[in-house]
Antibody, heavy 129, light 107 residues
């Protein structure tokens, strides 16, 4: 069974740090790009960060750039999100999501894009004093 | 950044009836559009990708259409388990962005 399990959430004071983990199973983790997506209480979904299968390309939402770091360990089938300088507005459920590739266009000008086909159940981060 | 706008915010429909949810993009793109379903206390679930391709194990009553800036999710005959929040998401350009969601409730 394809599965993603997040952990590492909790209560942290503003300015503090937290490291989230996502354990993958049931598929070849090293072949897939991955994302973190968050959802503030009572709000919609917001993409946070993306990492390619080998870790060579990384993107962040502007709201977390410079404070959050995404990484992965393919030998451990794990994805991570290091969150520093946390703010109240970072309070949310954090989901990891597998990215599946879609190819469009024609050789040699292919366009690659990635939809999120498998999601974990999420881990809750609360930033409060 | 591409802004995704969903309408209506809330849709009240009776079981067995048809539901049509709309999603508009601030910039045009081909078909890099996904729909997700989220029930209370659960993670989102992929329903549709490529604007019109059903994901694995998604029932045929769910269909997606559209391109450019206008996209639609149609649920042909609502079942009790379909009442949830639905999000559209563009994955054409970074940052990938979601609509604010449409809550589908029982009438």
């Amino acid at each position: 069974e394809v599965q993603l399990v997040e952990s590492g959430g909790g209560l942290v004071q503003p300015g503090g740090s937290l490291r989230l983990s996502c354990a993958a199973s049931g598929f070849t983790f090293s072949s897939y790009e991955m994302n973190w997506v968050r959802q503030a209480p009572g709000k919609g979904l917001a993409w946070v960060s993306y990492i390619t299968s080998g870790g060579g390309t990384i993107y962040y939402a502007d709201s977390v750039k410079g404070r959050f770091t995404i990484s992965r360990d393919n030998a451990r089938n794990s994805l991570y999100l290091q969150m520093n300088s946390l703010r109240a507005e970072d309070t949310a459920i954090y989901y990891c999501a597998r990215a599946s590739r879609e190819t469009s266009g024609y050789f040699p000008h292919y366009h690659y894009s990635y939809y999120m086909d498998v999601w974990g159940k999420g881990t809750t981060v609360t930033v409060s004093s | 950044e591409i802004v995704m706008t969903q309408s209506p915010a809330t849709l009240s429909v009776s079981p067995g009836e048809r539901a049509t949810l709309s999603c508009r993009a601030s910039q045009s793109f081909s078909s890099n559009l996904a729909w997700y379903q989220q029930k209370p206390g659960q993670a989102p679930r992929l329903l549709i990708y490529g604007a019109s391709t059903r994901a694995t194990d998604i029932p045929a009553r769910f269909s997606g259409s559209g391109s450019g800036t206008e996209f639609t999710l149609t649920i042909s005959s609502l079942q009790s388990e379909d009442f949830a929040v639905y999000y559209c998401q563009q994955y054409y350009n970074w940052p990938y962005t979601f609509g604010q969601g449409t809550k589908l409730e029982i009438k």
